[in-house]
């Protein structure tokens, strides 16, 4: 058998393993582990968003919970019921175009993404004439202005209270097939010629635009589809989170993501998808830390805070000690199976 | 608006602004030398504050003691913090020294949630800096007075430091061109300690000051003075000391000001100086007073 | 083919080029020479789009091209190698001349990503090229390889070849006998020949070697200090008494 063919048949059965391993465990796992299980889906979708601005497109960018609270807000505010959004605005009526507004939850999905994509392209217009450090702050910026203005908009956003409430749509059959869609669409794009003309501004700038690659464009076009992205994977994350409030899309979000991003392997995808899971279910096995530690002998105070000292050291180590993370920028392929096989076969005839 | 009523929001913009130079004097000297966005700044204003707190608190020192404890305590930190988290990464790409940045800042933050504890604390303000000066129809607290005068000696000092001194001579130097610095025999590492321990001592002064003024602490309190810090320094030209002060008062001024005559946006305020850098950096992206930098081809 | 009329480039108070009144007509090499400093490369900036001149004008094939985007001057057929050269570090020799190929293959980023037919097509087209390219340079057998693991001589051919694939008419060269030897550069000089032949091309190169530069270039432009002293054929650049006294600083 040719090796591509034996590759896709390959793909396939993983495919049909992956849908059998989702039906089980939407059947068996009970409904804190799903919630883990849908968490780690949704922030495989955010740090593949990240990703692609940051490691494909080279583009250091701290925006991220300013387009997931886009996304987030958009998708609430159109799936909640008129009688929803009367409990939650009890301070100010929402706007009155809002609130009879009522659409099912995959339209509004795409609508969030979309929004998402609008905010990422009206601030990446301007933020992307920017570089490196500066880009990272007015990125940073942004987020922290579209985090006060949701704040501040009380007929829209319901303010500070935030939204309650909402419907737990966010279910293993769709969080998990949009994870498997983002990654689809990264392989792909990355290796058509578009995602090729991202890496090469990655690498040199100067080069590209050389090349006849239109570099802003290129970014423009890299951060408007990672805004969607985000904006996808933030109204996935109300939707099972059920309640959304501006507090949650603080720095510390991006943080998150960025930790995934970084401890996965800049640039890598399989990267992505793999510290995303680890990352997302070593949070939820670390909890404890935060809890009252009993060492046998003493027991200490609830600790809130020490778990993310854990993920900032995490965080350090691999800055300082592995900067490539854990895929540097390789992806999984089925021949590095068959390559390491040969390999072996080799080693066993010397 | 009455005169009176202005002349009290011009001196608390007055002291916040100084507040704001203070610690945006630090961003800037770090990043005139190493081209770095000092991610964790912030939380060493923060540290300062604690630690003078807990000087008071724990060791019942005299808060004239105190402040001097802390501030050398945390100038110490600083130094360490460039040993340990920005030195190895000297020759690594841009974005791996930013990821550090950010993580040291997440983990001193965090250490100080752990040991602090992430419930607001009250200071207890010294009494000398609580004494209410009335002078006609406007009265201000002492201590918004002694805050721009601090900030004034201590640039004052650091400018002497910075122009007149060997060791001013060679931070320049380095600034300029690290590499030919070191073949200058310049010891950089020291210069760049120096420079790190230095910008620490004014960010934790500025961090005590601001703990009198603004009397409660809690761990992220340093987060955004420190983002607003840096946007003054980048609007005032980054690498550029004298810059730095001046965007520290017009920051301070515009976010007081515009309250003052706004109270509309009161809610907004965090968001002015993210709006100002935007449109600095659009505009002028070499700041104020800064210098254009062409990249070689 | 390329003209450039009175382009002047001021850097804050220095003028790194100060009107330069270039011609290279269809099929021509021309060489800018002149000490380091002289304001060589600023001038390929100008042309390229890097920098956008203080004043002056470029024009190209009969129109203006001065101040346009890098990737619009590119556009319009011409293509440039770099001094220190600037190669996508982490993709391949093959990729990298792919990047190259991004023009021909005009597609936006949802044929891109969906792998639509006619993109197939143009990508299959595309690589095909790269690949006749490479083996033009003498890479074919890298193709797989990372550009940075390639030895210096390599980098700089694979510089080439990823600018041809631009389909140009101007070549640019920054110093393309920069770190060779005599051996190498005489295969260089007949290399250039043969792609100028080849792909109906101009070429304007910047070089240091004047063995090379009097052996391959039929007009020779020298600047010193943003300033031309002179122009001509290289027989009378050797005997200009301006020349040789920027070259060699006699009085």
Known sequence: MRPGRRHLLLSLAAGALFVVALALGDQFLDSFQLRVSSLCAIYVVLALSLNLV????GLFSLGHAGFMAVGAYTCALLTMTPEQKEMNFFLAPVVPWLAHLSIPFLPALVAAGLVAALIGFLVGAPALRLKDDYLAIATLGFAEIIRVVLTNTQTLTNGALGLKGLPMYATTWVVWPCAALSVAFMVFLTRSSYGRAMKAVRDDEIAAGAMGVDVFRVKVVSFTVS???????????GHLLTTIDPKMFTFMLTFNILLVVVLGGIGSITGSVIAAIGVTILMEVLRFLDGPLNFGLFETEARPGLRMVVFSLLLMAVVLFRQRGLMGNREFSWSMFSRAGLARREDGRA | MTLPLLLQHLANALALGSLYALIAIGYTMVYGILRLINFAHGDVFMLGAYVAFYCVALFLLPWWASFVIAIVVTALMGVLLERVAYR???????????ISAIGASFLIENVAVVLFGGRPKGVAVPDILNVKLTLGAVSVMSVSLVIPICTFALLAVLLWVVGKTRTGMAMRAVSTDLDAARLQAIDVNRIISFTFGSGSLLASFGGILWSYKYPQLNPLMGVMPGLKCFIAAVIGGIGNIQGAVLGGFLLGAIELLTIAFLPTLTGYRDAFAFVLLIVVLLVKPSGLLGSRQVEKV | MLRTENVTMKFGGLTAVSELS????????????????????????????????????????????????????????????????????ELSVLENVLVGCHLQLRANLFEATLHLPGYRRRDREARAFAMSLLEEVGLAADAGEPAVSLPYGKQRRLEIARALATRPSLLLLDEPAAGMNPQESVELMHFIR????????SILLIEHHMQFVMGICQKLWVLEYGVTIARGDPAAIRRDPKVIEAYLGVE
């Open chain 1, 54 to 57: 940051n490691g494909f497109t």
């Open chain 1, 227 to 237: 805004s969607f992205m985000a904006g996808v994977g933030g109204a996935l994350l």
């Open chain 2, 88 to 98: 190895p990464l000297r020759d690594s790409p841009k974005i791996s020294v930013m």
């Open chain 3, 22 to 89: 270039l011609e290279i007509g269809k099929n021509e090499i021309v060489g800018l020479i002149g000490p380091n400093g002289a304001g060589k490369t600023t001038a390929f900036n100008c042309i390229t789009g890097v920098n956008a001149p203080t004043s002056g004008k470029v024009i190209f094939q009969g129109e203006e091209i001065t101040g346009l985007p890098r990737h619009q001057v590119t556009r319009r057929g011409i293509a440039r190698t770099f001094q220190n050269i600037r190669l996508f570090r």
């Open chain 3, 194 to 201: 043969r792609i100028r032949d080849q792909f109906g091309l």
